[in-house]
């Protein structure tokens, strides 16, 4: 059974940091995509980023442009952890933090698709100004 845990939610005022941690069980995060996403009471689900490292010698990454040059996503294969960095905070940025997993479906230079069928409970994010 895969089970996704996030952790690292919490509050911070604006220009703030905090990590996201998700940890997987059931399921090999190295060789499958994971992503982040967030959703915002009465909003669509958006995609935060999302990685996938099939090889260890290629990795392929996305963003959403809000967060380009403010969050980082990455993975600890041997934890078998995802997590999103998240620096230079906004106040737009609170919402819930949902980890999911899946599987890519267009991996290349520049561009990364991936469909998702496992979500964890999520992580709420608050920053304030």
Not at 95 to 104: E, K, N, P, W
Request: proline fraction near 3%.
């Amino acid at each position: 059974q895969v089970q996704l845990v996030e952790s690292g939610g919490g509050s911070v005022q604006t220009g703030g940091s905090l990590r996201l941690s998700c940890a997987a069980s059931g399921y090999t995060v190295s060789s499958n995509c994971m992503g982040w996403f967030r959703q915002a009471p009465g909003k669509e689900r958006e995609g935060v980023a999302r990685i996938y490292t099939p090889t260890a010698l290629a990795r392929y990454t996305y963003y959403v442009d809000s967060v380009k040059g403010r969050f980082t996503i990455s993975q600890a294969g041997a934890k078998n952890t995802v997590y999103l960095q998240m620096n230079s905070l906004k106040p737009e940025d609170t919402t819930m933090y949902y980890c999911a997993a899946g599987r890519a479906v267009v991996a290349a230079p520049g561009s990364l698709s991936c469909t998702f069928d496992y979500w964890g409970q999520g992580t709420q994010v608050t920053v304030s100004s």
